[in-house]
């Protein structure tokens, strides 16, 4: 079997989803072995038009998630007060505040590396303005992330 030719959008929607998910679930959803995935990461140091569309489909995915997240937070605080008023247990309540904790750390978290960004230098996966390098991007190969 060849090699495919390199589609530089779907290549960069697959880094993406690898990056947001997990090497092996990013290579199984697109259909492609995670060699190929390692292949396509590596690349985005010689190949400017791959790393740019990299870079911005990363952009769009993480403001699609932060837009998520406000809606998630005030659902979860809808729940927990209608909750309370029919007699959860406490098992239930520790449930929903658990989640409710994830999400606003995951959203602090988000905002902290972000300003740290702006003040120190690139994100992942964005070249660094010295050496034309880019950052390493932190690679999951399992399942358990």
């Given at each position: 079997?060849?090699?495919?030719?390199?589609?530089?959008?779907?290549?960069?929607?697959?880094?993406?989803?690898?990056?947001?998910?997990?090497?092996?679930?990013?290579?199984?959803?697109?259909?492609?072995?995670?060699?190929?995935?390692?292949?396509?990461?590596?690349?985005?140091?010689?190949?400017?038009?791959?790393?740019?569309?990299?870079?911005?489909k990363?952009?769009?995915?993480?403001?699609?998630?932060?837009?998520?997240?406000?809606?998630?937070?005030?659902?979860?605080?809808?729940?927990m007060?209608?909750c309370?008023?029919?007699?959860?247990?406490?098992?239930m309540?520790?449930a929903?505040?658990?989640?409710?904790?994830?999400?606003?750390?995951?959203i602090?978290s988000?905002e902290?590396?972000?300003?740290?960004?702006?003040?120190?230098?690139?994100?992942?996966?964005?070249?660094?303005?010295?050496?034309?390098?880019?950052?390493?991007?932190e690679?999951r190969?399992?399942?358990?992330?």
């Amino acid at each position: 079997m060849g090699a495919r030719k390199l589609d530089p959008h779907k290549a960069a929607q697959l880094l993406v989803d690898a990056d947001i998910t997990t090497d092996a679930v990013a290579a199984k959803r697109h259909g492609v072995c995670q060699a190929t995935i390692g292949r396509w990461r590596r690349r985005l140091d010689s190949d400017p038009v791959l790393y740019e569309l990299y870079v911005q489909k990363k952009r769009w995915a993480d403001r699609a998630w932060l837009a998520k997240a406000p809606p998630m937070i005030e659902d979860a605080l809808e729940y927990m007060r209608r909750c309370t008023e029919a007699e959860p247990t406490p098992e239930m309540l520790r449930a929903i505040a658990g989640a409710l904790k994830l999400v606003s750390e995951a959203i602090a978290s988000r905002e902290m590396i972000d300003a740290r960004v702006r003040q120190t230098g690139p994100a992942v996966g964005q070249p660094r303005k010295r050496t034309g390098q880019v950052v390493p991007i932190e690679r999951r190969t399992t399942d358990a992330g």
